[in-house]
């Protein structure tokens, strides 16, 4: 069993939608939870990033970790063409040191029609 | 802004030849990563650095090597390239507070590829 699971789309989406982008993952010790932007021939750019179970808001973002499910999701609403990007999400035990190294999934591709 | 500079965007090198990647942050960070990103298997570590003159193997160390000489920059050297090594190359940093690793901040990436 791979350690984060993430689908990886394309997820296509009119503009003004929802989205909901989701990860799984198999290690309970996951403390620390990420998401990432990846514009294409960008490199990745943070978006999101929380600690332990909960909701976190930005803007139009909203984070959320259950680890009781091992379930990350990240919510767009009123998705824009700017958002069209790959989504990753990342976690890591984080223990200090050089041992908060990150786990990442492989990314949902999204793609917003104007 | 925490900003990541890699010296190259696009680089064609040839079969057997010796490549430096170079990345520097302009944020004091300890901490430094080098990822290659390839379609279908996504970010993978190939070395990481948490203080100069420290490294360590990632899951992907084979043919490569690192160097970090000071705090800033950290080069990824492809000691003979294969095709097997074109790839696009992602090198981040992040900052220790207190105990805790902070997020990491990467690069906008060198897409080598090895003819």
């Known amino acids: 069993q791979k350690e984060v699971e993430q689908d990886p789309g394309p997820l296509s989406v009119p503009e003004g939608a929802i989205v909901s982008l989701n990860c799984t993952y198999s290690?309970?010790?996951?403390?620390?939870f990420m998401w990432y932007r990846q514009y294409s021939r960008k490199g990745p750019e943070l978006l999101m990033y929380?600690?332990?179970?909960g909701n976190k808001e930005d803007g139009r973002f909203t984070a959320q970790v259950d680890k009781s499910s091992k379930y990350i999701s990240l919510f767009i609403r009123d998705s824009q063409p700017s958002d069209s990007a790959t989504y990753l999400c990342a976690m890591s035990v984080n223990y200090g040191g050089s041992q908060g190294n990150l786990i990442f999934g492989k990314g949902t591709k999204l793609s917003v029609k104007p | 802004d925490v900003k990541v500079t890699q010296s190259s965007r696009y680089l064609v090198k040839r079969t057997g030849e010796k490549v430096f990647l170079e990345c520097v942050q302009d944020m004091d960070h300890e901490n430094m990563f080098w990822y290659r990103q390839d379609p279908g298997l996504g970010l993978r570590l190939i070395y990481f650095?948490?203080?100069?003159?420290?490294?360590e193997k990632g899951d992907i160390p084979e043919g490569y090597s690192v160097s970090r000489e000071k705090k800033e920059r950290f080069s990824l050297i492809l000691e003979s390239a294969s095709t097997n090594q074109t790839s696009m190359y992602l090198c981040?940093?992040?900052?220790?507070?207190?105990?805790?690793?902070?997020?990491?901040?990467f690069g906008d990436g060198t897409r080598l590829s090895i003819l």
């Open positions: 650095s948490y203080d100069v003159k420290m490294k």
């Open positions: 929380t600690y332990s179970s």
């Open positions: 981040a940093s992040s900052l220790i507070h207190g105990s805790k690793n902070q997020p990491q901040h």
């Open positions: 290690n309970s010790a996951f403390q620390y």
